[in-house]
């Protein structure tokens, strides 16, 4: 038999509840308030970098600001070359990294693949309670006790160097790279361990040749979330690593990176709109720059090599 | 078919095992593996046929807690492989096995089937890809991936994977093969060719192999041993458990009337 296609009233058990559905409209636009919040922080952000390095830009032009090999803004004779700060912020992250990767995560194999419950159960809160130490504490301890400590080494090191705020910088992000990577590591099913196992191989065999492989896309996040860590990383370079920008990759060296230039800049009191005021947000267009790059190459990376068990 | 004559390649004696909550999930449980033959294991859902069959690779010691009792007696090594002495890793070196899901690694499909040689250390090349060749024929696989070796072996389809999973554990030369229910989670023509795949290793390679399904067991195995409650209750030929089982019991499981 055909269905009768006229309209038939609808019966009250089957009609679309309106208060349900209001509270569910409600909801929804509460979620998507908090979530648009986000958003537009970030954008109102970008903006105001962007409409201050404007200002910016029409004194300096993007030739002298990304040649230049001098970074003097505040000086008599201001001279306005990026570089430095550049090259400060990349070699004390390259030192930070250098430690935080290896031991990270051999950390994060160590934590998911070797490691019994009880161990992990106390050695995790432990590495995480790690992230909660204040930065600043961080500096000074490189400051007052590894920069002495190189010293003893390395008796020309300077007071201020970039080594040490590099490795001090390292040891706090090792934490970031084991949580995350372990987390990844965890993932990994189990059937995919058993695998392995199967065919006679051992836990190190299985760790390294079967579970590091399957998590690579989470230990990638992990290392941007390094990248982007240190890169933006401000107290520990500020207090140990200098606040003279110099241009040099040479970490035996005091030299000021980009965040360290930021505070230093925004302690003082400088007429907003002056040259020396727009400098900082310029600076900081650039630093907004490295981490979206460091960033968008982990998106492709992790892309790339999508979990796919 | 098996006669007096047919070796013991295995044998399990009194094997109780339990779980690291406490629960026994298998109690008591003699059983021979004859020597290149098919052996299936039949039984409801939670009997413990896989708890069995993950003994005699001593899969569980992955897991803290688990506890083995009695034994189960490898030839011609005539040793209890589940012993103290006895390092799980040798073991798993001589009996390999297949899992229910196909579970590749995150490789190319040649590493894939390199992989048990990798973690045994060839380093000649040259004998690497005989074996992954080989092997994949073993699988009757080669003729699908010769010319894609080096694509990850997840763009295979779960067939594929499987016959995958299978040629990398022959591809060790294993002197005995696990199958936990290999085929489950595979179309009927998958199934066939797996089916069949099994069949030309017979007479090669000793063979334990779960299954749900009745009419795989029929066909497939020289014998079959029928458990339940972490219990043998019956085995014996296949021909004889499934025409003239003994026991009340196995015959409702066959004949569909229980489980
Ligand atoms: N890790 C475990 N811890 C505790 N008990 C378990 C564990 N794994 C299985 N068991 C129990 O042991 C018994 C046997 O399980 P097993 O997986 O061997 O059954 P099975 O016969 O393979 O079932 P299926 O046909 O569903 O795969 C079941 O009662 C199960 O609940
Ligand atoms: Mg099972």
Redesign the pocket.
């Given at each position: 038999m055909l269905n009768n296609l006229t309209e038939l009233s609808i019966s009250p058990r089957l009609a679309k509840n309106i208060r349900r559905n209001v509270k569910e409209r409600v909801i929804e636009f509460i979620l998507m308030m908090a979530a648009l919040s986000a958003v537009f922080t970030t954008f109102a952000i970008v903006a105001i970098l962007l409409y201050e390095s404007f200002g910016f830009f029409e004194t300096v032009s993007l030739v002298e600001f990304f040649t230049g090999t001098v970074w003097t803004p505040l000086f008599e004779d201001a001279h306005y070359g990026i570089m430095p700060l550049i090259a400060g912020t990349l070699t004390t992250s390259f030192v930070a990294l250098a430690v935080a990767v290896p031991v990270g995560t051999i950390a994060a194999i160590y934590l998911s693949e070797f490691a019994s419950h009880k161990t992990r159960e106390i050695t995790k809160p432990v590495l995480e309670l790690l992230v909660g130490v204040p930065t600043i504490a961080f500096g000074y301890f490189a400051l007052l006790f590894v920069t002495p400590l190189l010293q003893i080494i390395y008796p020309d090191l300077p007071g201020f160097n970039m080594l040490s705020a590099g490795l001090v910088m390292g040891v706090m992000i090792v934490p970031y790279i084991a949580s995350v990577a372990e987390d990844a590591m965890r993932a990994v099913p189990m059937s995919m361990r058993e695998g392995s196992y199967a065919m006679g191989a051992t836990r190190f065999q299985t760790a390294l040749r079967v579970v590091t492989p399957a998590a690579t896309s989470g230990i990638v996040a992990a290392y941007i979330l390094a990248v982007s860590r240190a890169v933006g990383e401000t107290m520990v370079v500020a207090v140990a690593a200098g606040q003279q920008p110099t241009l040099t990759f040479d970490p035996t060296e005091g030299a000021a990176t980009i965040t360290a230039y930021i505070v230093q800049v925004a302690m003082g009191d400088l007429p907003h709109a002056s040259i020396g005021y727009q400098s900082i947000f310029a600076a900081g267009l650039v630093l907004f720059a490295m981490t979206l790059t460091f960033n968008l190459i982990g998106h492709v990376v992790r892309k790339k090599y999508r979990e796919q068990y | 078919m098996v006669n007096t004559s047919t070796p013991i390649k295995a044998e399990s004696k009194d094997l109780n095992f339990y779980?690291?909550?406490g629960?026994q999930?298998l109690k008591s449980v003699s059983m021979p593996i004859y020597e290149n033959k098919i052996t299936a294991l039949i039984?409801?859902?939670?009997?413990?046929?896989?708890?069995?069959?993950?003994c005699f690779n001593r899969m569980h010691d992955l897991?803290p807690g688990?506890k083995y009792e009695g034994q189960i007696i490898m030839h011609p090594d005539n040793t209890n492989i589940l012993a103290d002495g006895v390092d799980p890793i040798e073991v798993r070196m001589r009996i390999s096995m297949v899992f229910?899901k196909p579970n590749p690694f995150p490789k190319t499909i040649f590493e894939n089937v390199a992989y048990g040689l990798r973690v045994r250390d060839e380093k000649n090349n040259r004998v690497v890809a005989d074996k992954v060749e080989e092997a994949l024929k073993g699988a009757s696989l080669w003729n699908e991936v010769k010319d894609r070796l080096n694509d990850l072996a997840f763009n295979l389809s779960g067939g594929q994977q499987q016959r995958l999973c299978i040629a990398r554990a022959l591809a060790t030369d294993p002197e005995i093969m696990l199958f936990?229910?290999p085929t489950s989670a595979l179309d009927p023509i998958a199934t066939a060719n797996i089916e069949e795949l099994m069949n030309e290793l017979r007479g090669k390679l000793t063979i334990l192999v779960?299954t749900?399904n009745m009419q795989q067991a029929a066909r497939i195995s020289d014998c079959t041993a029928y458990?339940y409650l972490?219990e043998m209750m019956e085995y014996g030929d296949t021909d004889t458990i499934f025409t003239r089982p003994v026991r009340k019991e196995t015959e409702d499981y066959i004949t569909g009337k229980f489980g």
């Open positions: - | 779980y690291s909550n629960h999930a039984g409801p859902s939670g009997c413990g046929k896989s708890t069995f069959l993950r897991y688990n229910q936990d229910e779960v749900h458990m972490g």
